[in-house]
């Protein structure tokens, strides 16, 4: 079915930029946001306001302004008030390392709170090149359908062919029908089946993961959005921002984590992250595994790998292309990447980087993100090991380690059979369900299910954890390199330097140091998110911030240094955070704690055996934290806090004190 | 002079085309990059890159004599003479003789080797004919 195109400005935010066809030229920028209501079969295109790029940006900054204007308070999560944001950055789609990502923005339906994700591959810069920052999906459409986006021609087409297959065949069969030149993301039959840590797949192999993502779009019975962009975006200074863009590649190629880091990509830090006794074992219960060889980046390299597989215009492509091959099945996949490793092969205790691949697979096809997936199963595992759930409510014995076990839970998750349905839910609301001190050691917080670093012995990384705004996750803040090896120093430096061999003191980090060094990362690393790029030329190789900042003047005609970019990370960080305390109900410091294991049970074993972080030493550093933050006790921004942040209107409502 | 692709090295980042782009029209839109890459997935996972390795094919079958090798050994397209027949775009067999809606005619590689430059991969190369064997190299590789 066709949908219609009505090019009309809605926005309130008064404009002086130049017009081209109706529409700003905005340097950096596409100029347009595109908006389909599906209830109504609408589609429409508005300039990109000014003042929400002048004080947000771009990517996660949008989603951020967007998610707090436009979603009612209280709106559930899979009803059609929600909205599902596509956005890029202005530096997405331009010639700069690693310059292909797209951050995705809704409610979420894992937290009730603020919630993004974003993936590389090549969308984001389609999306640009055929006109469009932002895309909105708001309503929710009669029966499954597609968004098609071919440059002007917009439209709502049926998908009912696509319904109830995989990701990654239904990405193969949209190719087919439309050609190699378009870029793809689908959501799998666990979207469809609302399981609430569904993901969103591209590129054979690329996630948008967390958060629940591809729930909202399964909510919305949108299976899969299709782009072809064939237009340029206006520069402001093309002749300076080449030049800077091919001598940013050259400074990337003369790190030596270009030669040194890239051959493993992520999963090269494995062995590190198990020499240091920060590997989730076992559903969290320790942290260091004997067989990490069997499943680290060189296992990949020397058993698994057929290509190496890049994200738009990335000099470093941590995507290793592969086959597995297992008693279970065989299949072709992307990765398994460090924390479908640490999930799969750690807490879930696969022995082989084949069996990791494999599960790896299953969770892309079907849609499911690897990290809550198996969190949940890690825990179903010790609850049976426990006996506080029976072979009879999960249909069969499971163990840690077993493929078969694996794969069998995958699977009743995907589909919601038996007690799927109730892992669906995700392990928070499993655990409160099932009860029986099963809540102790479920690892998440939030809701949202933790990643692949266990830190007992690691203060920083933990209150990483506890404030990251989506929930468990370690994107917003890496400071494990802080807490293991007293240093902020690139990823490469990290593995190459090696850990120390045996067992560790209990960490020193402070409370204040905790809180200083979560902070600072919390507004570099999702600065990246705004700006539309990778951050992993910085994180893994210590590729200079300044060459950002550079490219982002010449590329925009905005000059601000990478410290005035920093403040902008910074004021979105304040109102992630808000939005968060504005919905979900008694929002405050108890949604700040990790799961009791990590308070009141040691480590077991390995080289962090006996530690663990008391609920007193949590309290402090979250006194620490808040402190730095500006906001009060609960840990909720004060009104002055939010004014001082340019965030006048958010300090308007009534529950900010 | 010509220019030679190395499949197995090439990760599908593009940078290729969008380095094509700003340097030949001063843009930033891989579409009117004059090389492409294919993805052979999710079977059997690879790369393909497609380019210009000045065959002449294009000027053969263009009826007004359009597209001239000039002293470099490259094929270049006259704008003016062009009638936009696109019987080069059909005959071209690697599929690299352009089009795009901003452009009147086809257009095609010039060898400006920004693609050689620029891919963080190394591979593009360009070689002198028969100076070296990328089949066999390729295979190395593999």
Known sequence: MNGYNKNVGTTGYGDSDKMDGGYPLINGYAGKILRIDLTKEEIVKEPLPKKMRDDFIGGRGFVAKMLFDEIPQGTDPLSEDNIFLATTGPLTGHFLPASGKTHFGTKSPSTGGYADSNMGGHFGPALKYAGYDVLVLKGKAKEPRYIFIDDDVVEIRSAQKYWNKGSMVTEEMIKKDLGEDFQIITIGPAGEKHVKFSCITHDFGRQAGRTGIGVVLGAKNIKAIAVRGTGSIPLFDVEKAYKKGKEAYQIVFSKPGFKGWTPQGTAGITDWVNDVGAFPTKNFKTSHIEHSNNINGEAIINRLKITDKGCFCCPTPCGKYGHTKTKSGDAYMEGPEFETISLFGGSCFLQTIEDVAYANYLCDELGLDTISTASVIAWTIECFEKGILTCEEIGKNVAFGDLESIVYLINLIADRKGLGDLLADGVKIASEKIGKGSEKFAIHVKGLEWTGYECRNAPSMMLAYMTADIGAHHNRAWVLGHDMAGSAANVHDLITAGACAGKREKSATTGEQAAINVSKSQHTRPLFDVLGICRLQLMELGFEVENYAELYSYITGDNKTWEELMKVSEKIWHLTRAFSAREIPDFGRAMDYPPLRFSEEPVPSGPNEGHSIPRKQLDGMLDAYYKVRGWDNNGIPTKETLKSQGLEDVALCSMFK | ?142
């Open chain 2, 1 to 142: 002079m010509k220019l030679s692709a190395i499949n197995e090295k090439c990760s599908g980042c593009g940078t290729c085309r969008l380095s094509c782009s700003l340097e030949n029209f001063s843009t930033v839109s891989p579409s009117k990059g004059m090389l492409k890459i294919e993805g052979l997935f999710p079977s059997p996972g690879k790369y393909l890159i497609h380019l210009c390795d000045q065959c002449g094919v294009c000027a053969e079958t263009c009826p007004v004599d359009a597209i001239q090798i000039n002293d470099a050994g490259v094929y270049i397209l006259n704008e003016d003479e062009c009638i936009s027949c696109m019987a080069c775009t059909d005959a071209c067999p690697k599929g690299v003789m352009m089009t795009h809606k901003d452009f009147n005619t086809p257009f095609k590689c010039i060898l400006c080797k920004a693609c050689v430059e620029s891919c963080p991969r190394d591979a593009i190369i360009s070689v002198e004919d028969g100076d070296i064997d990328v089949k066999k190299m390729e295979k190395e590789i593999a």
